[in-house]
């Protein structure tokens, strides 16, 4: 038997089956286009939580459970339960309601934000967590009161209750009796938040989903293998989350966050909830609390920041490597981390874990200084939003420049060199200061 014939791109074009050579179609010109994609399937319907489950149906779900998801029983003696998310339909039995929302249509429903603060600092993501919630929050911890006055997202119900230092086992039982009629309790995943959630997921014996860029009383979204897979879980029962800082954003009410607590403290939503917290000897003794460091803090968490891009760029990868290090060292004069560009970190100029972006980090510091950064959408969208943005840069017209508060034209290389100079960082090697095409940056 002979082999099939291979279509060619000279074979006349067959009207009747609509352009098509040997099931592939060509274009006017001629050409052979690429297969089409096939049709995305339709999102699966976001479905509400399910009863209870009998144990040997949640045993059975359990197998399909997310890695970062533990089963448990429920407050009522059942079985929550966390699985990927599918169409069939589900009971609304047993969901929790916000007072004064319409779980139908309000998507923080059942959604209480747990916002652990220290001496009057909320945490990073403590904004976004409250939004996440619909606008409840629960503030434990030092300096409640303060902390309370800073949010900048409009809330709806405020309780707060001061716990003294953070103790997170300690804490986990004292709220707990408190947090068993909530859904879905979602803390911050910054260092607090993820020390208390999975102590408070215990004690209430409910499953953990950790790491949600997103959240409801039906469902959630969680981010795995170091940002490569995006999974859709379904809740089947009350759990404890913890919302990823920087994947939702949010948007601060009119007249600033001075007025954000304003419609619950005008509803009396402002409530005091006085705990009794006893010791756990699980709970570690404070010897010192050290400050971050600027070089190795996490640039999700840093509150200042100090960025580089292909203006920066020398004539080698040695003297980029350098202005790099020179950058460094010049943020950790005024407690700035160091962040960059794809392309400093595609070059090697960067380690991987310092490139901020979409495909990076999602930061969201007080100050942000950009050298040789153009801004590009894959850098910009990532920085969430600084209170003050410092760019230098030589085209003026640059997106970065645009977004500035204080925008410098100027060769980004020379004024960071001058910089090391000013604060006697390093010498300043002659060879940095040739000038070299492309320094405007990406």
């Known amino acids: 038997m002979s082999a099939p014939r291979v279509p060619r ?32 399937a339709p999102p699966a319907d976001i479905v509400a939580p399910a009863p209870a489950l009998s144990n040997a149906a949640a045993d059975a779900q359990r197998a399909g459970i997310a890695a970062d998801a533990r089963p448990g029983a429920g407050p009522d003696g059942g079985a929550g339960s966390v699985s990927p998310a599918g169409p069939e339909p589900r009971s609304e039995s047993g969901s929790a309601a916000v007072p004064g929302a319409d779980a139908r249509t309000d998507p923080g429903a059942g959604l209480l934000a747990l916002v652990p603060v220290r001496h009057g600092q909320l945490p990073l993501g403590a904004d976004e967590t409250v939004a996440e919630a619909g606008g409840r929050v629960w503030l434990v911890g030092s300096g409640v009161v303060e902390a309370a006055a800073t949010l900048a997202v409009a809330v709806r119900s405020v309780r707060v209750s001061e716990l003294g230092e953070f103790a997170p086992a300690a804490w986990a039982r004292a709220l707990a009796p408190a947090l068993t009629p909530e859904t879905v309790v979602v803390l911050p995943a910054s260092a607090d938040g993820r020390d208390l959630a999975p102590r408070l997921a215990h004690v209430l014996a409910r499953p953990l989903v950790a790491g949600a860029v997103r959240i409801d009383r039906h469902g959630a979204t969680i981010i795995t293998h170091h940002g490569g ?10 759990v404890v989350a913890t ?28 409530e005091s909830v006085g705990l009794t917290v006893a010791a756990r000897p699980e709970d570690p003794q404070l010897v010192e609390l050290l400050g971050p460091d600027p070089s190795t803090v996490d640039l999700a968490e840093a509150r200042r920041i100090v960025a580089g891009g292909q203006g920066l760029a020398g004539p080698d990868d040695r003297t980029s490597t350098e202005r790099f290090d020179r950058l460094a060292a010049i943020g950790a004069r005024f407690g700035a981390s160091l962040g960059g560009t794809r392309v400093a970190t595609d070059a090697g100029w960067l380690p991987f874990e310092r490139q901020i972006g979409t495909t990076g980090v999602a930061v969201n510091p007080r100050l942000y200084l950009a050298f040789g950064i153009s801004g590009a959408v894959q850098h910009v969208t990532g920085l969430g939003d600084p209170d003050h943005v410092i760019s230098v840069n030589l085209d ?35 060879v940095d200061r040739v000038e070299f095409p492309n320094a405007g940056g990406t």
């Open 9 to 40: 791109p000279d074979d006349p074009i067959d009207a009747a089956s609509g352009g098509q050579v040997g099931g592939r179609r060509r274009g006017p010109d001629g050409r052979f286009l690429a297969p089409a994609a096939p049709p995305a």
């Open 229 to 238: 897979v995006e999974t859709d879980l379904r809740l089947g029962g009350p």
């Open 243 to 270: 919302l990823v800082p920087g994947s939702r954003g949010v948007a601060a009410p009119a007249g600033g966050p001075s007025t954000a607590a304003a419609p619950a403290a005008a509803m009396g939503g402002v």
């Open 396 to 430: 003026p017209s640059c997106p970065m420049m645009g977004l500035a508060d204080l925008a410098v034209v100027s060769d980004a290389r020379a004024v960071l060199d001058e910089l090391a100079r000013l604060l006697g960082v390093d010498p300043v090697d002659a």
